[in-house]
Nanobody, 122 residues
């Protein structure tokens, strides 16, 4: 059974920091592309940051220079360090795990966590 368990959300003032964690089980973590998505009320879910099995990262323009995604394959955990938070970062943040190129031709997978609320007050 696959589980992605997020933690670290909460309420913070603008300019503050939070670190989100996502602990994965039931997948071969080191073969997975891990991502953080967010969804604000009335808006579509968007990709915030992703990290490949090889450690390559990409970010949505609005968080570049403020957020950092990282992974610890020994702990099956992906992190999102969020600094200089803004009210517009308020959203539910979701962890995603999907099969990457290292998974080869096996049946692809795409899993989601339950989400964690991040609220940034002005």
């Amino acid at each position: 059974q696959v589980q992605l368990v997020e933690s670290g959300g909460g309420l913070v003032q603008a300019g503050g920091s939070l670190r989100l964690s996502c602990a994965a089980s039931g997948i071969i973590f080191s073969f997975s592309v891990m991502g953080w998505y967010r969804q604000a009320p009335g808006k579509q879910r968007e990709l915030v940051a992703a990290i490949s099995s090889g450690g390559s990262t990409n970010y949505v323009d609005s968080v570049k220079g403020r957020f950092t995604i990282s992974r610890d394959n020994a702990k099956n955990t992906v992190y999102l360090q969020m600094n200089s938070l803004k009210p517009e970062d308020t959203a539910v943040y979701y962890c995603n795990a999907r099969s990457g190129s290292a998974w080869g031709t096996r049946t692809p997978y795409d899993y989601w966590g339950q989400g964690t609320q991040v609220t940034v007050s002005s």
